[in-house]
């Protein structure tokens, strides 16, 4: 069965710093991954997805994530957090029929 | 110009009142999705219709109804509303059917409701 590990509930970081977001995921079949992003009030945004190919994938808003197949890991990085960037994370599987699976999601908070 | 539309955003009634939410896509997708989150932010689906027609029904009660009069609408029913129900429910699309082919699904705002 299929799926989604999202480890960390909460992350703190300080303006300016890097940031990486954990993922991992179970899945049968070649998965189709997901990152989204929740600001607070708001709808879910995609940041990027990974079907085939590079397997280092480049979103919006200056997010990469990058897909280990040996790992099961599809990890959202950003090498440089602005303030804005505060919100909630989701990463998600497609599998089935038109479907995607979510994990629980990770929190992040901001530091001035 | 929002490509996937919801309303109403917010939504506060009582235990046992019947209500809707309407969603609308402009984007020419086949498929439509509902999605709840719950109040830990789990989001997980509900339905989804491709061309009208329901592809997936996820164990929801059957006081929940979708209704899609054409592709571009899929609206939810809700009858005799229950204090579980509070939640964040998410209209959605994708060009044909999402997830596992590929095809990205794209979520509107959100219709916040809270049963009292």
């Known amino acids: 069965a299929q799926s989604v590990t999202q480890p960390d509930i909460h992350i703190t970081v300080s303006e300016g710093a890097s940031l990486e977001l954990r993922c991992n995921y179970s899945?049968?079949?070649?998965?189709?991954l997901f990152w989204y992003v929740q600001s607070p009030g708001q709808g879910l945004q995609l940041l990027l997805k990974?079907?085939?190919?590079?397997?280092l994938v480049q979103g919006i808003k200056g997010f990469e994530a990058e897909f280990k197949r040996s790992q099961s890991s599809f990890n959202l990085r950003k090498p440089s957090v602005h303030w804005s960037d505060a919100a909630e994370y989701f990463c998600?599987?497609?599998?089935?029929?038109?479907?995607?699976?979510f994990g629980t999601g990770t929190r992040l908070t901001v530091i001035p | 110009d929002t490509a996937v539309s919801q309303t109403p955003k917010y939504l506060v009634t009582q235990m046992g009142n019947d209500k809707s939410i309407k969603c609308e896509q402009n984007?020419?997708?086949?498929?439509m999705y509902w999605y709840k989150q719950d109040s830990k932010k789990f989001l997980k689906i509900m339905f989804s219709?491709?061309?009208?027609?329901?592809?997936i029904n996820e164990t929801v009660p059957n006081r929940f109804s979708p209704k899609s009069p054409d592709k571009a609408h899929l609206n939810l029913h809700i009858n005799s509303l229950e204090l579980g129900d509070s939640a964040v429910y998410f209209c959605?699309?994708?060009?044909?059917?999402?997830?596992?082919?590929?095809?990205?699904?794209?979520f509107g705002e959100g219709s916040w409701l809270t049963v009292v």
């Open positions: 959605a699309s994708s060009l044909e059917v999402g997830g596992s082919s590929g095809n990205t699904i794209y």
């Open positions: 899945y049968g079949a070649t998965p189709y």
């Open positions: 990974y079907f085939s190919g590079d397997t």
């Open positions: 998600a599987v497609g599998a089935g029929a038109n479907n995607l699976f």
């Open positions: 984007l020419g997708h086949d498929t």
């Open positions: 219709y491709n061309n009208k027609e329901l592809i």
